[in-house]
């Protein structure tokens, strides 16, 4: 059973509009949350994440916001740009002690901005 | 500084053959994981060293995969014999601290086909 969904497989945008990339969890234990990018042919990058104890982190052209009573969260991209076509993974961060951890991710959306 | 890296980038074997991938994580991370991706799924982990200790193995799918990492640096993972459903691509990704969440880089990833 999928802990973490992402229910949009895929999302098209024009140049310079807003893309908001939604991920809904299932988990309310999680207490972090990230958002990976992904090119084609790589592994996923690091994009931003945002803990349990904030509603919002922003970072350059990029939003992550959190609402933990709907167990779901948000990505922002204002403005959108060509090169932002990637897929973007929602994850959790699943901690459950000690040394022991592991992130959880969606399937994933892609995202494509036509100049 | 090296990023992740992983080898062979391709592999296509045919159903019951072995298949070694290799995973050289960032110098001086300590932490290990693995992870695979089947086609348009979620990338699901499937274990964790610490050093040279599995930590956590719970999601490896069966007793066909066994992995090692031989004195706490590169890791290997080994599919004997493979299966159908065992195609995808297997990611590996390293950190520096354990316990609390702390970034994980990636490698490009091991796409495995088998046939």
């Known amino acids: 059973d999928q802990q973490v969904k992402q229910n949009s497989p895929s999302l098209s945008v024009q140049e310079g509009r807003i893309s908001i990339l939604n991920c809904d969890y299932t988990?309310?234990?999680?207490?972090?949350f990230l958002w990976y990018k992904k090119y084609p042919a790589e592994g996923p990058t690091f994009l931003i994440s945002?803990?349990?104890?904030?509603d919002k982190n922003e970072d350059g052209r990029f939003t992550v916001f959190l609402n933990k009573s709907a167990k779901h969260l948000s990505l922002h991209i204002v403005p959108s740009q060509p090169g932002d076509s990637a897929v973007y993974f929602c994850?959790?961060?699943?901690?459950?002690?000690?040394?022991?951890?592991?992130?959880?991710f969606g399937k994933g959306t892609k995202l494509s901005v036509k100049p | 500084e090296a990023g992740v890296t992983q080898f062979p980038s391709h592999s296509v074997i045919e159903k019951g053959q072995t298949v070694t991938l290799r995973c050289d994580p960032i110098?001086?991370?300590?932490?290990l994981y693995w992870y695979r991706r089947v086609m348009g799924k979620e990338i699901k982990f499937l274990l964790h060293?610490?050093?040279?200790?599995?930590?956590?193995e719970s999601g490896m799918p069966n007793n066909r995969f066994l992995a090692e990492r031989t004195g706490g640096t590169y890791s290997t993972l080994k599919v004997q014999p493979a299966e159908l459903e065992d195609s995808g691509v297997y990611f590996c990704?390293?950190?520096?601290?354990?316990?609390?969440?702390?970034?994980?880089?990636f490698g490009p990833g091991t796409r495995l086909t088998v046939l």
């Open positions: 988990n309310s234990m999680f207490d972090y």
């Open positions: 994850a959790a961060w699943n901690y459950y002690g000690g040394s022991q951890g592991n992130l959880i």
């Open positions: 060293f610490v050093k040279e200790s599995k930590q956590d």
């Open positions: 990704a390293s950190s520096q601290v354990t316990g609390t969440y702390n970034e994980q880089f």
């Open positions: 110098s001086g991370h300590d932490n």
């Open positions: 945002i803990s349990s104890i904030k």
